[in-house]
Protein backbone atom coordinates (compact mmCIF):
# COMPACT_ATOMS: atom_id res chain seq x y z
CA UNK A 1 0.00 0.00 0.00
CA UNK A 2 1.20 3.56 -0.91
CA UNK A 3 2.26 6.02 2.02
CA UNK A 4 0.43 9.24 2.20
CA UNK A 5 0.73 12.55 3.77
CA UNK A 6 -2.75 13.39 4.11
CA UNK A 7 -4.68 10.49 4.29
CA UNK A 8 -3.96 7.44 6.14
CA UNK A 9 -4.90 3.95 5.00
CA UNK A 10 -5.34 0.48 6.92
CA UNK A 11 -6.69 -2.39 5.62
CA UNK A 12 -9.64 -4.49 8.50
CA UNK A 13 -9.63 -7.57 6.61
CA UNK A 14 -10.87 -6.72 3.00
CA UNK A 15 -11.62 -3.36 3.84
CA UNK A 16 -9.43 -0.15 2.36
CA UNK A 17 -10.25 2.23 5.70
CA UNK A 18 -9.21 5.87 4.20
CA UNK A 19 -9.02 8.70 6.83
CA UNK A 20 -8.74 12.24 5.89
CA UNK A 21 -5.86 13.22 7.95
CA UNK A 22 -5.67 17.29 8.64
CA UNK A 23 -7.55 17.39 12.09
CA UNK A 24 -6.13 20.63 12.72
CA UNK A 25 -7.85 22.42 10.22
CA UNK A 26 -11.10 19.75 10.12
CA UNK A 27 -9.36 17.53 7.62
CA UNK A 28 -10.04 20.27 4.66
CA UNK A 29 -8.51 19.60 1.21
CA UNK A 30 -5.43 20.81 -0.43
CA UNK A 31 -4.63 19.35 -3.97
CA UNK A 32 -2.22 16.98 -2.73
CA UNK A 33 -5.21 15.50 -0.50
CA UNK A 34 -7.40 15.30 -2.99
CA UNK A 35 -4.98 13.20 -5.39
CA UNK A 36 -4.11 10.95 -2.25
CA UNK A 37 -7.64 9.99 -1.77
CA UNK A 38 -8.41 9.54 -5.72
CA UNK A 39 -5.23 7.45 -5.70
CA UNK A 40 -6.08 5.47 -2.73
CA UNK A 41 -9.70 4.50 -4.18
CA UNK A 42 -8.50 4.16 -7.50
CA UNK A 43 -5.64 1.38 -6.37
CA UNK A 44 -8.09 -0.18 -3.81
CA UNK A 45 -9.33 -2.82 -5.77
CA UNK A 46 -6.24 -4.43 -7.35
CA UNK A 47 -4.78 -4.29 -3.82
CA UNK A 48 -7.36 -6.65 -2.99
CA UNK A 49 -9.97 -4.94 -1.03
CA UNK A 50 -13.69 -5.22 -1.77
CA UNK A 51 -15.39 -2.55 0.15
CA UNK A 52 -13.77 1.55 1.08
CA UNK A 53 -14.68 3.26 3.99
CA UNK A 54 -14.14 6.46 4.39
CA UNK A 55 -13.59 8.24 7.67
CA UNK A 56 -12.29 11.59 8.83
CA UNK A 57 -9.59 12.13 11.49
CA UNK A 58 -10.33 13.88 14.35
CA UNK A 59 -14.02 15.93 15.36
CA UNK A 60 -14.50 16.68 12.11
CA UNK A 61 -15.39 14.38 8.70
CA UNK A 62 -14.21 17.47 6.46
CA UNK A 63 -14.77 21.04 6.31
CA UNK A 64 -14.30 21.52 2.28
CA UNK A 65 -11.71 23.16 0.20
CA UNK A 66 -8.80 24.80 3.05
CA UNK A 67 -9.43 28.22 2.59
CA UNK A 68 -6.10 29.10 4.61
CA UNK A 69 -4.19 27.64 1.20
CA UNK A 70 -6.26 29.26 -1.01
CA UNK A 71 -5.46 33.09 0.95
CA UNK A 72 -1.64 31.79 0.60
CA UNK A 73 -2.27 32.28 -2.81
CA UNK A 74 -0.80 28.78 -3.47
CA UNK A 75 -3.99 27.27 -5.69
CA UNK A 76 -5.11 27.48 -8.72
CA UNK A 77 -7.93 29.24 -9.89
CA UNK A 78 -10.99 27.35 -8.77
CA UNK A 79 -12.61 26.43 -12.07
CA UNK A 80 -8.96 24.79 -12.76
CA UNK A 81 -8.78 23.35 -9.50
CA UNK A 82 -11.72 21.37 -9.95
CA UNK A 83 -10.97 20.21 -13.27
CA UNK A 84 -7.24 19.12 -11.96
CA UNK A 85 -8.06 17.53 -8.69
CA UNK A 86 -12.01 17.57 -7.37
CA UNK A 87 -13.49 16.29 -10.71
CA UNK A 88 -11.06 13.06 -10.77
CA UNK A 89 -11.45 12.46 -7.32
CA UNK A 90 -15.27 12.30 -7.62
CA UNK A 91 -15.01 10.15 -10.51
CA UNK A 92 -12.79 8.29 -8.74
CA UNK A 93 -15.78 7.44 -6.02
CA UNK A 94 -18.17 7.28 -8.70
CA UNK A 95 -16.39 4.41 -10.88
CA UNK A 96 -15.13 2.87 -7.96
CA UNK A 97 -15.20 -1.21 -8.71
CA UNK A 98 -16.45 -1.54 -4.95
CA UNK A 99 -18.64 -0.36 -2.60
CA UNK A 100 -17.73 2.77 -0.65
CA UNK A 101 -19.22 3.21 3.01
CA UNK A 102 -19.08 7.23 4.48
CA UNK A 103 -18.34 7.58 8.18
CA UNK A 104 -19.45 11.27 8.70
CA UNK A 105 -17.63 11.82 12.24
CA UNK A 106 -18.53 15.29 12.45
CA UNK A 107 -19.11 18.33 10.05
CA UNK A 108 -19.32 17.76 6.59
CA UNK A 109 -18.74 21.15 4.67
CA UNK A 110 -18.16 22.34 1.26
CA UNK A 111 -16.61 19.85 -1.15
CA UNK A 112 -16.37 17.39 2.54
CA UNK A 113 -20.28 17.11 1.96
CA UNK A 114 -19.60 16.11 -1.22
CA UNK A 115 -17.11 13.32 -0.51
CA UNK A 116 -19.42 12.21 2.39
CA UNK A 117 -22.35 11.87 -0.05
CA UNK A 118 -20.67 9.63 -2.33
CA UNK A 119 -20.95 6.67 -0.15
CA UNK A 120 -22.92 4.17 -1.16
CA UNK A 121 -23.94 3.56 2.27
CA UNK A 122 -23.55 7.13 4.21
CA UNK A 123 -23.18 6.43 8.02
CA UNK A 124 -23.67 9.61 10.08
CA UNK A 125 -22.81 10.07 13.78
CA UNK A 126 -26.07 11.79 15.31
CA UNK A 127 -23.86 15.01 16.80
CA UNK A 128 -22.60 15.21 12.78
CA UNK A 129 -24.36 17.64 10.28
CA UNK A 130 -23.85 18.32 6.23
CA UNK A 131 -23.26 21.74 5.01
CA UNK A 132 -23.27 23.16 1.31
CA UNK A 133 -21.03 26.30 2.37
CA UNK A 134 -20.25 27.23 -0.97
CA UNK A 135 -22.34 30.45 -0.97
CA UNK A 136 -21.29 31.94 1.86
CA UNK A 137 -18.21 32.52 0.53
CA UNK A 138 -19.43 33.44 -2.80
CA UNK A 139 -19.05 30.10 -4.85
CA UNK A 140 -20.93 27.40 -5.66
CA UNK A 141 -21.64 23.60 -4.61
CA UNK A 142 -18.94 21.51 -6.42
CA UNK A 143 -17.13 18.09 -6.21
CA UNK A 144 -20.89 16.48 -7.39
CA UNK A 145 -22.24 17.92 -4.37
CA UNK A 146 -25.42 19.98 -6.57
CA UNK A 147 -25.61 15.98 -8.44
CA UNK A 148 -25.91 14.02 -5.41
CA UNK A 149 -27.69 16.56 -3.04
CA UNK A 150 -30.62 16.98 -5.67
CA UNK A 151 -30.73 13.61 -6.99
CA UNK A 152 -30.64 12.20 -3.36
CA UNK A 153 -33.48 14.64 -1.86
CA UNK A 154 -34.81 16.67 -5.01
CA UNK A 155 -35.10 20.03 -6.23
CA UNK A 156 -36.23 21.94 -2.81
CA UNK A 157 -34.17 20.20 -0.37
CA UNK A 158 -30.77 21.16 -2.42
CA UNK A 159 -31.94 24.63 -3.13
CA UNK A 160 -32.22 25.08 0.44
CA UNK A 161 -29.14 23.64 1.36
CA UNK A 162 -27.33 24.94 -1.95
CA UNK A 163 -28.59 28.76 -1.69
CA UNK A 164 -28.81 29.18 2.49
CA UNK A 165 -25.56 27.42 3.07
CA UNK A 166 -27.14 26.42 6.63
CA UNK A 167 -26.24 23.02 8.36
CA UNK A 168 -28.39 20.48 7.67
CA UNK A 169 -28.09 18.02 11.20
CA UNK A 170 -27.88 13.82 10.29
CA UNK A 171 -31.49 13.40 11.43
CA UNK A 172 -32.31 15.46 9.16
CA UNK A 173 -30.28 14.66 6.29
CA UNK A 174 -31.50 10.93 7.21
CA UNK A 175 -35.12 12.17 6.45
CA UNK A 176 -33.92 13.97 3.51
CA UNK A 177 -32.29 10.91 1.96
CA UNK A 178 -29.11 11.31 2.21
CA UNK A 179 -28.21 9.46 4.57
CA UNK A 180 -28.61 5.92 5.07
CA UNK A 181 -28.36 5.49 8.87
CA UNK A 182 -27.96 8.05 11.82
CA UNK A 183 -26.09 6.14 14.92
CA UNK A 184 -25.09 7.50 18.67
CA UNK A 185 -21.46 8.70 17.88
CA UNK A 186 -19.47 6.26 19.91
CA UNK A 187 -21.24 3.72 17.44
CA UNK A 188 -20.83 5.09 14.24
CA UNK A 189 -16.67 3.64 13.38
CA UNK A 190 -18.36 0.24 14.82
CA UNK A 191 -21.96 0.00 12.58
CA UNK A 192 -19.79 1.62 9.38
CA UNK A 193 -17.10 -1.05 9.71
CA UNK A 194 -20.04 -3.87 9.78
CA UNK A 195 -21.46 -2.41 7.22
CA UNK A 196 -18.06 -2.42 4.85
CA UNK A 197 -17.25 -5.51 6.03
CA UNK A 198 -20.86 -7.15 4.91
CA UNK A 199 -20.11 -5.61 1.65
CA UNK A 200 -16.75 -6.72 1.26
CA UNK A 201 -17.97 -10.26 2.11
CA UNK A 202 -20.79 -9.97 -1.07
CA UNK A 203 -19.93 -10.78 -5.08
CA UNK A 204 -17.71 -8.05 -5.79
CA UNK A 205 -18.07 -7.92 -9.43
CA UNK A 206 -21.89 -7.88 -9.19
CA UNK A 207 -21.99 -5.01 -6.51
CA UNK A 208 -19.79 -2.76 -8.73
CA UNK A 209 -22.14 -3.30 -11.45
CA UNK A 210 -25.24 -2.55 -9.37
CA UNK A 211 -23.10 0.64 -8.41
CA UNK A 212 -22.80 1.66 -12.44
CA UNK A 213 -26.58 0.84 -12.85
CA UNK A 214 -27.68 2.94 -10.31
CA UNK A 215 -25.70 5.57 -11.01
CA UNK A 216 -26.93 5.12 -15.08
CA UNK A 217 -30.44 5.01 -13.91
CA UNK A 218 -30.57 8.10 -12.63
CA UNK A 219 -29.19 9.76 -15.72
CA UNK A 220 -30.95 7.38 -18.51
CA UNK A 221 -34.26 6.45 -20.04
CA UNK A 222 -36.31 3.43 -18.85
CA UNK A 223 -35.52 1.78 -22.07
CA UNK A 224 -31.77 2.44 -21.56
CA UNK A 225 -31.63 1.09 -18.05
CA UNK A 226 -32.94 -2.12 -19.52
CA UNK A 227 -30.55 -2.48 -21.69
CA UNK A 228 -27.32 -1.32 -19.03
CA UNK A 229 -29.44 -4.18 -16.51
CA UNK A 230 -28.94 -7.12 -19.31
CA UNK A 231 -25.53 -6.59 -20.07
CA UNK A 232 -24.58 -6.19 -16.75
CA UNK A 233 -26.33 -9.22 -15.68
CA UNK A 234 -24.60 -11.19 -18.64
CA UNK A 235 -21.60 -10.14 -16.79
CA UNK A 236 -22.69 -10.66 -13.39
CA UNK A 237 -23.43 -14.13 -14.46
CA UNK A 238 -20.19 -15.58 -16.08
CA UNK A 239 -18.88 -15.27 -12.43
CA UNK A 240 -18.11 -17.88 -9.92
CA UNK A 241 -19.77 -16.37 -7.85
CA UNK A 242 -23.20 -16.50 -9.32
CA UNK A 243 -22.18 -19.85 -9.92
CA UNK A 244 -21.65 -20.10 -5.52
CA UNK A 245 -25.04 -18.51 -5.22
CA UNK A 246 -27.10 -20.57 -7.26
CA UNK A 247 -24.62 -23.85 -5.54
CA UNK A 248 -25.38 -22.71 -2.25
CA UNK A 249 -28.90 -21.61 -2.86
CA UNK A 250 -29.66 -25.41 -3.47
CA UNK A 251 -27.37 -26.80 -1.43
CA UNK A 252 -29.18 -24.71 1.67
CA UNK A 253 -26.01 -23.26 2.72
CA UNK A 254 -24.53 -19.78 3.13
CA UNK A 255 -22.42 -19.21 0.03
CA UNK A 256 -18.99 -18.57 0.25
CA UNK A 257 -18.36 -15.37 -2.27
CA UNK A 258 -14.64 -15.05 -3.64
CA UNK A 259 -15.46 -11.39 -5.19
CA UNK A 260 -14.82 -12.68 -8.88
O1 LIG B 1 -10.25 26.07 -5.69
C1 LIG B 1 -11.00 25.63 -4.83
O2 LIG B 1 -10.56 25.32 -3.71
C2 LIG B 1 -12.43 25.42 -5.16
C3 LIG B 1 -13.08 24.38 -4.37
C4 LIG B 1 -13.95 24.67 -3.37
C5 LIG B 1 -14.58 23.58 -2.59
C6 LIG B 1 -15.13 23.97 -1.24
O3 LIG B 1 -15.22 23.08 -0.44
S1 LIG B 1 -15.59 25.58 -0.93
C7 LIG B 1 -16.14 25.49 0.78
C8 LIG B 1 -14.99 25.63 1.76
N1 LIG B 1 -15.39 25.36 3.11
C9 LIG B 1 -16.02 26.22 3.91
O4 LIG B 1 -16.37 27.33 3.51
C10 LIG B 1 -16.25 25.80 5.33
C11 LIG B 1 -15.36 26.61 6.26
N2 LIG B 1 -15.46 26.14 7.63
C12 LIG B 1 -16.54 26.42 8.39
O5 LIG B 1 -17.48 27.04 7.99
C13 LIG B 1 -16.46 25.92 9.81
O6 LIG B 1 -15.13 25.67 10.14
C14 LIG B 1 -17.30 24.63 10.05
C15 LIG B 1 -18.79 24.99 9.95
C16 LIG B 1 -16.97 23.54 9.04
C17 LIG B 1 -16.99 24.10 11.46
O7 LIG B 1 -17.14 25.16 12.40
P1 LIG B 1 -16.52 25.02 13.86
O8 LIG B 1 -17.01 26.21 14.63
O9 LIG B 1 -16.83 23.69 14.41
O10 LIG B 1 -14.94 25.07 13.69
P2 LIG B 1 -14.03 26.37 13.40
O11 LIG B 1 -13.66 27.00 14.68
O12 LIG B 1 -14.64 27.21 12.36
O13 LIG B 1 -12.71 25.67 12.75
C18 LIG B 1 -11.75 25.01 13.54
C19 LIG B 1 -10.40 25.23 12.91
O14 LIG B 1 -10.39 24.66 11.58
C20 LIG B 1 -10.10 26.72 12.71
O15 LIG B 1 -8.71 26.89 12.83
P3 LIG B 1 -8.07 27.55 14.17
O16 LIG B 1 -8.72 28.90 14.35
O17 LIG B 1 -8.43 26.60 15.27
O18 LIG B 1 -6.62 27.61 13.86
C21 LIG B 1 -10.52 26.97 11.29
O19 LIG B 1 -9.87 28.05 10.69
C22 LIG B 1 -10.08 25.66 10.63
N3 LIG B 1 -10.89 25.43 9.42
C23 LIG B 1 -12.17 25.09 9.36
N4 LIG B 1 -12.55 24.98 8.10
C24 LIG B 1 -11.48 25.27 7.35
C25 LIG B 1 -10.40 25.56 8.20
N5 LIG B 1 -9.19 25.87 7.73
C26 LIG B 1 -9.06 25.95 6.40
N6 LIG B 1 -10.05 25.68 5.53
C27 LIG B 1 -11.27 25.33 5.95
N7 LIG B 1 -12.23 25.02 5.08
Same mark, same amino acid.
Given at each position: MA? %?? &?? $? ?6 ? =?A ?15 ? =? ?8 ? #? ?5 ? /?? $? ?10 ? #???? #?? +? ?12 ? &? %?????L ?6 V ?8 PA?? /? ?6 A ?5 A???? %?L? =? ?14 ? $? ?8 ? /? ?6 G?? =??? #???E ?6 R???D ?8 ? %? ?7 P???? +? ?22 ? &? ?16 F?A ?7 ? /?
Amino acid at each position: MAA %YQ &HI $LTAREGDV =LAITLNRPERLNALVPAM =LDEIRAAVEA #APGEGAR /AI $LVTGAGRAFCAG #ADLQ #AR +GDGALKEPGENLRA &H %YNPMALAFANSAVPIVTAINGPAAG /AGASIALAGDIVIAARSS %YLM =LAFAGIGLVPDAGATW $LVAKGAGRAR /ALEMALLGEK =LDA #ADAEDAGLVTRTVDDAALQSVALD %YATRLAAMPTVAL +GLIRKQVGAALQGTFEATLEIEAE &HQSAAGRTADFAEGVAAFVAKRKPVFRG /A
